[in-house]
């Protein structure tokens, strides 16, 4: 697979999350080098906290495929998926995931210790993780938002 390809396809559409005031997070699944779904954050437009990219993403492929199990997927997205999006990605058996940003490169006070690799092993759940693919643009991206939102609250 092409993971670079699909993550510039997930960061473009991060970009535009971003660009309509969301957080700059979006994910793509593909499975058999088809994208079969891709999602982003519309928390703020959508005013839901759960319109995470990957929760998004993932009921548009369950429902366009009219299945619960995504087995042989792969998901790709910007951000380090929150637990909330690990369990869904876990729960439709997506096989592997690949990450832009990670939550601890952000240094990132309300995640914890939390990882992807932290929650796998507490849950004993199996999953590929593959990680750096185009995780400095992604970084940046997030910390120029981050850095928007600490001004609209001065």
């Known amino acids: 697979m092409d993971h670079l390809h699909y993550m510039q396809l997930a960061f473009e559409d991060a970009r535009k ?57 792969t998901l790709y997205s910007t951000l380090e998926p929150c637990p909330m999006c690990l369990w869904m990605i876990l729960e439709a058996k997506i096989a592997r995931v690949v990450l832009g940003a990670r939550h601890a490169a952000l240094k990132r ?32 991206l997030r910390r120029r938002w981050m850095a928007d939102q600490a001004a609209a609250q001065k």
């Open 17 to 73: 999350a971003y660009a309509a005031g969301n957080r700059p997070v979006a994910s793509v699944i593909v499975r058999d080098d088809t994208i079969i779904a891709t999602g982003r954050n519309t928390v703020f437009a959508d005013m839901d906290p759960s319109a995470h990219a990957e929760v998004a993403a993932i009921r548009v492929a369950c429902r366009d495929l009219g299945t619960l199990e995504l087995s042989g997927a």
């Open 109 to 140: 006070q309300d995640t914890g210790a939390y990882s992807v690799e932290s929650f796998l092993a507490m849950t004993r759940r199996p999953l590929d993780v593959v990680t750096g693919v185009l995780d400095q643009e992604c970084l940046e």
